[in-house]
């Protein structure tokens, strides 16, 4: 059964819901993953230290989410978990004396922006989510529809390429693509509007 983002934030305050931590890593993992190896990759850190900082932050998460509360006054949960992430990164290198780290600032400043990067790789996985569970609904039924989709409206390539390899229509690509973007952004809003709304 699914949460909105909202109520999944308030069921992780308890860190017996094994559940709802679950479907919490399940969601922002992704986000962890993708933004701490681009920011590795940066300062020259290779794969093992991708797989020790995410770790990190997710235990930073379940120490420090049981004490969250969501004051939109301060900023998102986007913007919390960004902080939480970028620190550890920042200390991770500090530990190994990669490079110069600015110095601490002082206790509760006003939080501080994410970046580009961040905001791509939650929302794209956000996407990618979304767009799992609804692979697993439509690709048994309906495979051709699924593959319009994912190699047009996901892959952006070209619908005459993909008619071809499916033997169907262009327009019958463009139709399937256009129905499951459509079933695709329903679900997003619906489940994560919070997130999506502030995406610009």
Request: proline share 8%; with cysteine.
């Given at each position: 059964?699914?949460?909105?983002?909202?109520?999944?934030?308030?069921?992780?305050?308890?860190?017996?819901?094994?559940?709802?931590?679950?479907?919490?890593?399940?969601?922002?993992?992704?986000?962890?993953?993708?933004?701490?190896?681009?920011?590795?990759?940066?300062?020259?850190?290779?794969?093992?230290?991708?797989?020790?900082?995410?770790?990190?932050?997710?235990?930073?998460?379940?120490?420090?989410?049981?004490?969250?509360?969501?004051?939109?006054?301060?900023?998102?949960?986007?913007?919390?978990l960004y902080e939480v992430t970028s620190n550890a990164v920042i200390d991770y290198v500090?530990?190994?004396?990669?490079?110069?780290?600015?110095?601490?600032?002082?206790?509760?400043?006003?939080?501080?922006?994410?970046d580009d990067g961040w905001d791509a790789a939650y929302l794209r996985a956000i996407l990618?989510?979304?767009?799992?569970?609804?692979?697993?609904?439509?690709?048994?039924?309906?495979?051709?529809?699924?593959?319009?989709?994912?190699?047009?409206?996901?892959?952006?390539?070209?619908?005459?390429?993909?008619?071809?390899?499916?033997?169907?229509?262009?327009?019958?690509?463009?139709?399937?693509?256009?129905?499951?973007?459509?079933?695709?952004?329903?679900?997003?809003?619906?489940?994560?509007?919070?997130?999506?709304?502030?995406?610009?």
């Amino acid at each position: 059964m699914s949460t909105t983002r909202i109520s999944l934030i308030e069921r992780v305050s308890n860190p017996e819901d094994q559940e709802a931590w679950s479907e919490f890593f399940a969601l922002y993992e992704p986000v962890l993953i993708s933004y701490v190896r681009a920011h590795s990759q940066c300062r020259g850190m290779g794969g093992p230290d991708v797989d020790d900082l995410v770790q990190t932050v997710l235990i930073k998460l379940f120490r420090k989410l049981p004490n969250f509360t969501l004051d939109k006054s301060r900023g998102r949960f986007r913007t919390f978990l960004y902080e939480v992430t970028s620190n550890a990164v920042i200390d991770y290198v500090r530990s190994r004396g990669r490079r110069p780290v600015p110095q601490p600032e002082p206790p509760e400043p006003p939080p501080q922006p994410p970046d580009d990067g961040w905001d791509a790789a939650y929302l794209r996985a956000i996407l990618d989510k979304v767009a799992a569970e609804l692979r697993e609904q439509v690709y048994p039924k309906n495979p051709r529809q699924w593959l319009s989709f994912e190699e047009q409206g996901l892959k952006g390539r070209p619908a005459k390429e993909v008619a071809a390899e499916l033997g169907i229509s262009v327009d019958s690509v463009y139709q399937n693509s256009s129905r499951l973007m459509k079933r695709v952004e329903e679900l997003c809003r619906s489940r994560y509007q919070e997130d999506l709304a502030h995406a610009d």
